[in-house]
């Protein structure tokens, strides 16, 4: 996912991607001196609330776990982004 900030005639205008807030990102933006925002985009692909999804730290623990014990020969395939 990609933010992009813009500044246009001294206002400014976030887009925020499609990511997952996480406390870690959302403490890492309170940390920084950003412009205050006029305009929010939100893409919200999975905005319903039918759309439900684990903590992603969860999942990774959770997928480590089942790869445990896989032979070392085998080749593990995993396509993924990291928010």
Sequence with gaps: AVMILASVAGEAYLHTGDFRATPRL???????????????????TYALAKSSFADQAEVVDRIAAELADTPASTLVLVGAYNV
Excluded: G, I, Q, Y
């Design 26 to 44: 959302l403490e890492s933006v309170r940390r920084r001196a950003l412009p205050k925002v006029r305009t929010l985009f939100l893409d919200s």
